[in-house]
């Protein structure tokens, strides 16, 4: 079963950066779409960005495009979200996910792993 950790959240000021890492384990994550998710207080959860297995195709939501950025070090079994240039409506709670069928698509029904999350906020 794979399981999926990620770290890297905190606080940070509008303009600054974080860099996400999402570890797996229990399986290899190199067979695996992966994707990142958010949350914010009272929405739902919606897609960032995915990176298929091979790292070929990725895909951003519009309200990231050009500021965050994903990657895939297969070796280390770990998917990485860099977010520059953050803003206070990034805040939220983001997740990992992997999806077995490689299908690379923001769709959450798409992805059957799911790691805890990890805080980010954005706020002066």
């Known amino acids: 079963q794979l399981q999926l950790v990620e770290s890297g959240g905190g606080l940070v000021q509008p303009g600054g950066s974080l860099r996400l890492s999402c570890v797996a384990s229990?399986?290899?994550?190199?067979?695996?779409?992966a994707g990142w998710f958010r949350q914010a207080p009272g929405k739902e959860r919606e897609g960032v960005s995915t990176i298929s297995s091979s790292g070929y195709t990725t895909k951003y939501a519009e309200s990231v495009k050009g500021r965050f950025t994903i990657s895939r070090d297969n070796a280390k079994n770990t998917v990485y979200l860099q977010m520059n240039s953050l803003k206070p409506e990034d805040t939220g709670v983001y997740y990992c996910a992997a999806d077995s069928l490689d299908l690379a698509r923001l769709g959450i029904v798409d992805y059957n792993f799911w790691g805890q999350g990890t805080q980010v906020t954005v706020s002066s």
């Open positions: 229990g399986g290899t994550l190199e067979y695996y779409t």
